[in-house]
């Protein structure tokens, strides 16, 4: 936990570094990594590891750079675009806020220090009750038990008088190991079908609210066989700056509904993106194992040989 915790915050810093680099000194990719020779010529002779892994450590920086480099811009064009929208408030959504931290990897002290400088302000307390609310969504629970939105038997009995098909799930299998050793999902683009919000099927939801999303078709992992769901988020292909977070994911009678924060108008024939947090993926697979310890070593096997099958419709570890 300490080490998760140590890696953690480096990784805050770096994406903090990454973004100054970008936005403020106007520095090309590659800037950071070119600084640490620098550093090893500095401070070399008291830390003899730098000089070792010198390469290492520039490797780590590029990569980490590349990965949030194309979410730093797609970030910045979602607070510019929301900013421009808030007229004259001087609040900014928090259910944006917690779009660009859950699914972009924005730290949040991060998204604080950007708004400040837009002499805007954030709902601390409210952004905190969301990751409380994650926090608990995550936490272990009984098989039996169910942490999403779920369709009633009215609801599900309209769907099928209305003619809604049952969701294609087919995409949640549609992936490779790519040559880098790294799994690549294929692209999922669906269409809303309908939206499910206070116990009743809708046509549109505002935004600030939060509903379950059905699709013609997913890439989603659904809770169920004691496994969580998937996360992630989805994207509205006529405002690629427009992210909905997806916070949990259900399946009742073929139907997968998506829990969503809404943060613009959603409505029925809508086009949207489908992106999946890979990390969800890989820790749903270990779930069904007892022992922590024993869960942690399975896990770190699976990370570094990538093998995950399926039986069925549950995801299962594979050793080679």
Not at 177 to 194: H, I, N
Not at 243 to 256: A, E, I, R, T
């Amino acid at each position: 936990m300490a080490f998760h915790a140590c890696r953690l915050v480096l990784r805050h810093i770096l994406r903090r570094a990454v973004r100054f680099c970008c936005e403020v000194l106007q520095a090309p990719p590659g800037f950071l990594a070119s600084l640490v020779p620098v550093v090893v010529e500095t401070l070399g002779d008291a830390y003899p590891d730098l000089k070792k892994k010198m390469d290492r450590v520039m490797n780590i920086i590029n990569e980490n750079e590349d990965a949030f480099l194309s979410c730093l811009l797609q970030g910045r064009r979602v607070i510019d675009r929301t900013l421009q929208k808030m007229d004259r408030s001087k609040v900014f959504p928090v259910e944006v806020a917690w779009g660009l931290h859950r699914n972009l990897g924005f730290p949040l002290d991060l998204i604080g220090l950007m708004l400040e400088e837009s002499r805007v302000q954030l709902d601390v307390a409210a952004l905190d009750q969301l990751a409380q609310e994650d926090a608990e969504r995550k936490a272990p629970k009984r098989q039996e038990e169910s942490s999403g939105m779920q369709l009633d038997v009215n609801s599900l009995v309209k769907l099928q008088q209305d003619g809604i098909p049952v969701t294609d799930d087919s995409p949640v299998y549609a992936y490779e190991l790519g040559p880098d050793g790294k799994y690549v999902f294929s692209p999922c683009q669906a269409t809303v079908l309908v939206l499910y919000k206070d116990g009743s099927l809708q046509k549109e939801v505002g935004g600030g609210q939060r509903c379950g999303v059905l699709l013609d078709k997913t890439c989603f992992y659904a809770e169920k066989g004691g496994q969580v769901s998937d996360q992630g988020y989805m994207l509205h292909l006529e405002q690629q700056d427009v992210l909905f977070p997806v916070v949990s994911v259900q399946v009742f009678g073929g139907h997968v509904i998506h829990e969503v924060i809404i943060s613009e108008t959603l409505k029925a024939g809508d086009q949207v993106q489908l992106f999946v947090d890979e990390v969800t993926v890989l820790a749903g697979c270990c779930l069904g194992i007892p022992e922590p310890v024993l869960c942690l070593v399975v896990f770190s096997y699976v990370v570094q040989t990538d093998q995950i099958y399926w039986k069925g419709n549950e995801r299962t570890l594979c050793p080679k």
